[in-house]
């Protein structure tokens, strides 16, 4: 067929395939997740609009659609659980940035690990962050979702001594130039234990979480 | 000459005009300051280096040269005391954005202005800005100097009633495109009553303080 | 629930917190604007559609909508007048600019400054300007509207002894980069009062000039 | 050779080929005179340093070195006189811009044409310029030279009824990008009948008001 | 009103305030025409979809519509004829340019300039340009619109010795970057007369081309 | 003095304040050095030339300098060690790469962790990498380096099951925009394990695996 | 009429003009097809959607239209086979990125070429490639289609001994910038036979294919 | 040691691995050079100086250095000679291009392909490419090199019928950003045959012409 799902992915690296929603039709996302079905492999498609996930959900009804997120999953209840111990800090600077962040929360969730969520906590109100100074300090690894200016990760980066996961988002508008702004301001963090992954990419820092917390 | 020193600016703006020293010759700067002194302004001459200031000081001998700013001036210390009342915070966030900081600072202090200097304490280490929440709260305006991510202005911005005026420095290096990501950063701060000058501008960073200060 | 609404801001920085509306449904609105009217806070919504509005205004009728502002806003028209000296002066270059120029002039208003409009004054004929030279000298502080080559600032920075807030448009086309031409013009002056805020952020410009007007 | 010199230049274009002496040695150079010479030609050699000149010369004794301009000449004083009406107004923003603008003043009376320099009037201070308006309105079309914001294209290409050449310049720093915030100021006018060359292009400025001129 | 219509330009400037349409509703271009042709003022409005130009025509019917320009104009077709000698070239690389040329082309016209139209010559078939090399070399002055890599204006300008005004459009895609690149080809072109302006300003070419034809 | 030590970062985040050399003076480094020293802490300055090494090791010989890495150390070998299971595999492209690498092992170590290197192995010969195929899967955490195209990471990233850190460096010319266009690839990497670190930060990639390594 | 055709072009090129069909209309595309036809020329069409396609096929019902790639074309298949032997392999990383690839494919077997399709190989699992090894490195050339990261042509090129063509796709979100990445880490390819084209252009990665295929 | 020769490349890819200088010290160089002759391999270094090749040749005396190139290199002239048909065409616009036009000239020849050089043939002039047709159509592949503008090979393309390897050199100033306008120009050409490589990868267009010429 059109694609070429690699099965041995789950051996080699843990998870099975991801499927990257945005640009497939229900059609395709449908004979894919079907394949992936086939080995009893956990099922995460990203990116998928309420419009689609309906469609899709008429022929796999076992999936779930999480409509923040944007994510259909399905999640092996029955499987061992891989992490008892500790959590992952989701944490977001505004309310526009919630879809992002919970793409990262899902994502973790589905893969199996535990999430505390912590939002709307802005650096232009840093108290409202050092509210929650222990519960951060806590986690296993923090992933960091912020737009406009990405000052975020720089705090919370100064006081944790875990790794974070900054995600820029697109969230801005004029010289933000659709994250770019964010995206760089935390690649140049003068905060230590800081990596970044792409613009709008919850998938990418709830990812990464997840293979840190299941060490 | 080559110039067309603009001596109805005294009257028209409140302050003579202002020297930028970079690519212009020792005898150049000496011409215009002579023409300037010649109705008893005060001089302001920025980003001088040590060696072009000696040579202008010989000539000129009644200015002084602040080393770390890279500022000549002549101030007038027996002229009216322009503002008693209140002070201009001066924050920079790490150590190697102390050229711009005093470039700002000296600029207010020759202009008339009274100014407090809080020096080193990034957003990593937020707990440092913190232990002088009550001193920057208490300045009529402040002008916070930060490289690398920018992020200082926001988390002051956040804890102030008054403007806030943010100088990105060209501290940094890779993704830091030489103070483009400070400068994206401080235009898309989410915090309120900051406006921004151009990168390593300490100048106009003081001179706006100034404006502010005087009024 | 989604937010965490800033009740404290009002004590720390003046005014409570300000709405942004745009990527918010009415709903969230709604509940915001409900919260922060329970403290009797002033309110202030920016960027939201004419649609939008009037979906607020059924369940929040209090509240005023300003169309070419695109703001919604509540004024304690009982409340203290803050300061009755002086006046900011808006000043727009082209037609095209008016909805930024509003969206200053109506934050600055709601906040309690008097506002005076000089409006369709750019640089391509500068007499218009020149014509308003007196009141614009006589303002406390001078908001500076301009997309295109947003060269106004300049202009009016070089005739005025008080503090110029330039707000660059994203009017243009071509290599105008949706407002960073005017953006670059803004930062690069070499005019001495002038500090720049975001391209289309007229909520920016107002808000400065109120803290400023204020002091 | 290393180069085809283009002898049918002048017959097709009016002029014989400009040599753009940067990066070319003192010899390459000296051969591609002796090769113009030889048929009479005026020659215009760009972008030479005091101390090639100087190399070239001695060659070249015909020759006149314009330190400023940074431009090799030699001019056919006994030829007729190409446009005796009229003359080109080479306008300069300020004195960092002078080499530019005397690269452009050079080329335009090497090439044979009458030019007022009017310097030094940048829109900072306008009444420098509007000091000198009808010298500018008679002439029969203006080179404008500016750095930093570039803007002082657009103020008199709205004063006259003939054309601008805009020439932006490299002089500026931080959020200036070696000249492209002039570059993009510009090319953005809102005042008609501008168009504009390469950044620091002071040649390309002389060439095309020659042209236009000499019509 | 909302504007301050430039009723001095005509004197200033040779031309009455030619009118942006874009972004102007049908009304206020109807108001800005009749405060113009109360004083007989010939009209051109650029921009204007055929939608809109439907509804002014109603109002205004003595205008002309030409839909491929998109331009609305009246011509005192009674006055006296400015120019008889000579045109201006309009030249076209590619039929995608057609309406950025048009706008540069009726723009003349509507001034009272003649023009000659030499379209679908691109570079990548140059014997269509060389079969038209007389007629273009035998205007008054070239106006070269053209898009993807815009090479166009550098081969016109080798052929001629007229001042060659060069107008990128944004036609192409990927590393286009909507007319970019372009835009720098024309700027760094290697022949000598060319000026360019911004990106899809046919008016501007058309404007430009008819200051320099009306000598 | 100048800086504020941050002391407490030890206790908060695991490590002493790590200190970032380039454009720091020698007395500057020496300075901050002692005080750290003062209370035990290990040492790690990163970026810093032969020429200012000799001058600080000076002062201060229990330091060891790592000339390739460029970092000056102090490691308290007696202290326990942190992580006796499993390695950091740091991974570098090319021989160009080395400096940068050297900075993340070297950090590593400092910090108390093992570290296994395996260079010159881009993809441009992707056996090599194969190879070592195994020793890679087996590493905990690894830091991928990489300069002009950067594709490294994603080729480990699709062979591994834990989380790797890319480092792009500045390496390459032309349109490599001094490691822009390594660190778009990185982000835009289609293996899902991979978070980003600043162009040429092998501090900031040794540094985050430490973290994950030390978990 | 509004086109020059270049008829001309088979003898000087080997193939007839190549329709661009984005932005132009169907009645255009009609009468250029049907005055390339009257010389019986093969016909290639790219960028044509679905809704164009079906109302030029009603009036020239002769073409074939290929959905996935976009193309309408007609091909004289009692013309002389042109190359017998090899074959051009056309290969492409993502399932997203088949549009482009088709482009390319049917552009090459439309003007004649024989062509292997490789497709859902891209680097994040490198095996799916490798398993293909052979049969690419018997190819005369290869077409290397991707998008994101755009890493597949590097570790294709270190496989073969034959020229790569890469062709970036505009596939990916946030720091890809619409294709950017990949046409960046193409161009840095540290493998040696790579060449590139625009962002997109599946035709200029056939039609280069076929140049070097059929020499 | 610190490389990994790629010993196997000669089998996989048809020549040895060719050294990239820029970066390496000579000792370096020296020491691949000596691994690579051990298997009685040609050698090309690119990018090597005048003083770092004296020190090479001093221990590898067999090599040759070509100056304007800054390749040195070892030929196998009693090999099979590679392909006596045709030849590689290299053609430069400007003089300033010929280092990059002899870097791929040097190559070609080094690895065994036979070249004729047409020089200073830039479109400002474009009798001097049209003299030179016949000679270049009879080419089997051409390599065009060209800075400023770049728009040589799209006239270059449109010529001929083989393919044409496209190199930007970063000749030029201002808005040319070090050949960013030269790459532009030839991926968005609208001739057809023509593919890019990066800025002044004169090494990259004679390899791809090698490649394609001895097919
Ligand atoms: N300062 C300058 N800036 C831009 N172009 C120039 C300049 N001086 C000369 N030129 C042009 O460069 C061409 C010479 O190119 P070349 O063959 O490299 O010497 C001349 O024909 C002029 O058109
Ligand atoms: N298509 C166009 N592109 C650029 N500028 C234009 C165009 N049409 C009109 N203009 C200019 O825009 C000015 C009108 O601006 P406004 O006050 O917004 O109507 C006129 O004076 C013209 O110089
Ligand atoms: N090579 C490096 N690249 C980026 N950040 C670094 C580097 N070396 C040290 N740092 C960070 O920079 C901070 C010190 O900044 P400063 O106050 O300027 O010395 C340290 O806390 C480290 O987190
Ligand atoms: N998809 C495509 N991308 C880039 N160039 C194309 C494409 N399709 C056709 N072309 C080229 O565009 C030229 C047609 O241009 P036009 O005169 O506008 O139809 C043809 O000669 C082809 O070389
Ligand atoms: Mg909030
Ligand atoms: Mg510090
Ligand atoms: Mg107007
Ligand atoms: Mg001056
Ligand atoms: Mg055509
Ligand atoms: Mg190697
Ligand atoms: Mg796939
Ligand atoms: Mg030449």
Chains 1, 2, 3, 4, 5, 6, 7, 8 share one sequence.
Request: proline share 2%; with cysteine.
């Amino acid at each position: 067929g059109f694609a070429k799902v690699d099965h041995h992915r789950k051996k080699r690296q843990g998870f099975a395939e991801v499927i990257y929603g945005e640009g497939k039709t229900a059609d395709q996302i449908i004979s894919i997740v079907q394949a992936l079905r086939a080995r009893n492999n956990e099922i995460l498609v990203t990116r998928v609009s309420k419009e689609k996930a309906e469609v899709i959900l008429y022929t796999c009804p076992e999936l779930t659609y999480n409509e923040t997120a944007h994510i259909l999953f399905w999640k092996d209840e029955t499987g061992p659980i891989k992490n008892k111990r500790g959590y992952i800090a989701v944490i977001a600077a505004g309310t526009s940035d919630l879809r992002v962040a919970e793409e990262a929360a899902v994502t973790a969730e589905v893969l199996g690990s535990n999430v505390h969520r912590i939002y709307d906590v802005g650096v232009a109100g840093i108290h409202r962050l050092l509210n929650h100074a222990e519960e951060i300090q806590q986690a296993t690894v923090s992933v960091v979702v912020a737009g406009m200016e990405g000052a975020l990760p720089s705090v919370v980066g100064g006081l944790v001594s875990h790794p974070v996961i900054a995600v820029p988002t697109s969230i801005g508008y004029g010289a933000n130039f659709h994250g770019l702004s964010a995206l760089l301001t935390m690649l140049n963090s003068c905060a230590s234990g800081i990596s970044v992954v792409n613009i709008d990419n919850g998938f990418g820092g709830g990812y990464n979480a997840v293979l840190i917390h299941q060490l």
